[in-house]
């Protein structure tokens, strides 16, 4: 099985994988923001908007509601319709209150990926009470990325090391993919690969190798509160030169002379 080298970025996440512009990412890249200035301008925004269009608190304190928008690589944004009426029913106020200073918003950040503009989904915490009450948060204490306790640099040179070893053809230019989920509980869950060209066998016994990797992860937190989070590692292969010349001498070597 021949090994090869990859380059890996660790991206936040997303469930849609190819690089084309009118892919959607349904989460952002690791330490990236969806508005410009970060959660505290944002905030700074709402409240303004707030003030000017005189809108109402909730009447329970402890609504709250995460809306899902669409930022577009040229910084338009769409709604993404939520289809949880359970959720939008129990925290009613905070939804409404979403939708009506959401649209007045102008500052949006697109994502980027290998610095390129990309649709992406930002998930963003609609918090009443914060919003009317307290003081504005700022990014740190507003959410904190989760953390494998070993270090997220070791966990990526694992998963490295382990796709190399199913790699079979010594090409550059192919992106993998690898998706997963970290739970509110710090369990690691949902891993996908994608671009790897290998047999449904050959993937499971690559995700069964992850999930055997050692330490445990220390899940996100938005306002304290530990949630739910996509996370995504893309490697780029690169053609591996010395591969290709070890290869070219031991056939050499092996034929027999004349």
């Not at 952002?28 to 301008?41: A, C, I, K, M, R």
């Not at 939520?82 to 009506?100: M, P, V």
């Not at 990309?118 to 953390?147: G, H, W």
Request: charged share 30%; net charge positive.
């Amino acid at each position: 099985m021949i090994k090869l080298k990859l380059l890996f970025l660790f991206l936040f996440f997303v469930s849609f994988f190819k690089a084309q512009e009118s892919v959607i990412y349904d989460k952002y890249p690791l330490g990236q923001d969806f508005y410009d200035g970060g959660v505290s301008e944002f905030q700074k925004d709402v409240r303004k908007i707030i003030r000017e269009k005189h809108l109402k608190p909730c009447q329970n304190d402890y609504e709250k509601y995460i809306a899902s928008i669409l930022i577009n690589s040229d910084s338009s944004v769409n709604f993404v319709k939520d289809f949880d009426t359970i959720n939008i029913q129990k925290n009613k106020c905070a939804y409404d209150l979403s939708k009506s200073f959401l649209p007045y918003l102008k500052n949006w950040k697109p994502a980027k990926i290998d610095d390129k503009k990309v649709n992406a989904i930002a998930q963003i915490m609609i918090d009443p009470y914060l919003l009317f009450n307290k003081k504005i948060k700022t990014k740190e204490s507003f959410r904190e990325d989760p953390k494998f306790e070993k270090g997220n640099f070791y966990f990526q040179s694992q998963v490295k090391e382990i796709i190399e070893s199913y790699i079979k053809e010594n090409i550059s230019g192919r992106r993998i993919t690898l998706a997963f989920t970290i739970t509110e509980n710090g369990a690691l869950e949902n891993l996908k690969v994608s671009n790897l060209d290998i047999s449904e066998i050959k993937e499971k016994e690559l995700i069964d190798d992850i999930l055997r990797i050692k330490g445990k992860w220390k899940p996100a937190k938005e306002y304290g509160v530990a949630i739910k989070c996509n996370l995504i590692m893309n490697f780029n292969q690169n053609f591996n030169f010395d591969l290709e010349k070890q290869k070219f001498e031991n056939l050499e070597n092996s034929r027999t002379p004349y």
